[in-house]
């Protein structure tokens, strides 16, 4: 699988542009500010039908313009798949396959998968749990439809548990059986869901220390730890026992909603004894480890988007790296950079060729 053309009209910085890609190695350069990422971030939008950057959709369209379109035209097992994401203002999004609209989005995920890393993956490592919660099931939803669809199900019954518990704070009354209907639906649900997070996760951990010592060269032990209320016991009588919380907090205190991962260096947290340079290492590690899940479990060789990800790492590490994902277990990559000596000479030690695009206010030179 790999992605030969896409056309951007509007979107972010861009008022209409045009690219031809290779199947191997694609890159970006130019100054900061110029529109590289954008580029990386119209390519997530046909993969997976948002920003991997900006979660407000109306945020993307360029400025004093009312609508942005992408379209791009990928080459699936021989066959041509022409893909097509646009939106106007305050009106919902329009994606097509092949000129026809999905009736839900949720439909084309993990049709075309993509793993994209970026400086911004230190919120895996700095921020709450809900950012490592998103990652565990961005990889997933790939492969996986019904997990997908019991997540969606799930968010749907807790926002409705959470909805009633401020009702019942708000009129002083509490009535427990209608709280148990959401109960109900929320236990499976969760039950599924929880099965398939603990048995990626045992699946995951060996390939990600795979890759960690790989680019560390054997220098530190990490692991991953999963962390979940399922794991307590049986999920109704944790519900019943934090109800008391509940009703205070006005929200579902437990539940699979609120599953964490550890991350660990030497049996330390990373986010307060590793370097730049380890966490940075481990970040990548992590989305190395995604690609490699996804490439043996759906038999595709996602598109690998690496945004501006050199900064902090060792001139080793970095042709480690380099070195590893030209190599033929990967396929399609695109790099952001704003040194394209650093890149092109890289690359050309390794023997890989380069197509490189240089950016400059949003306009593009093959």
Known sequence: MFLKQISLVNFK?????SLNFDAGVNFFTGDNGEGKTNLLDAIH????????????????????QDFFMVQGVFDLDGNEEQIYCGLKRNQKKVFKRNKKE???????????????????????????????????DSIIAQFDRTYLEDLIAYNR??????????????TRRFDPASLEIWDEQMIPLAQAIYEKRKSFISEFIPIFGRYYRFLSSEKEQVDIRYQSDLAEGDFWNTLKESLEKDRQMQY??????????????????????????QQKSFLISLKLAQFDFIKEIKGVKPILLLDDIFD????????????????????????????????QSIFRDISVPVKTFTIKTANVIA
């Open 312 to 343: 902090k790492l060792d001139d080793q590490r970095v042709r480690k790296l380099m070195e590893l994902v030209s190599h033929q277990n990967f396929g399609q990559i695109f790099i952001t950079d704003t040194h394209p000596e650093r890149i």
């Open 102 to 136: 999905y009736d839900r989005l949720a439909d084309h995920i993990g049709l075309l998968p993509v793993v994209v890393i970026s400086p911004t993956d230190t919120n895996l490592i700095v921020e709450g749990s809900e950012e490592r919660r998103k990652f565990i």
């Open 45 to 64: 939008y046909l993969s997976l039908c948002k920003s991997y950057f900006n979660p407000i959709e109306s945020q993307n369209i360029q400025h004093e």
């Open 252 to 277: 579902s205190t437990a539940g699979i909603h609120k599953d964490d991962l550890v991350f660990t260096i030497g049996g330390y947290p990373v986010k307060r004894f590793a370097s730049q340079g």
């Open 157 to 170: 019954v807790v926002s409705q548990r959470n909805a009633l518990l401020k009702l019942f704070f708000k």
């Open 13 to 17: 910085n861009y008022s209409e542009a």
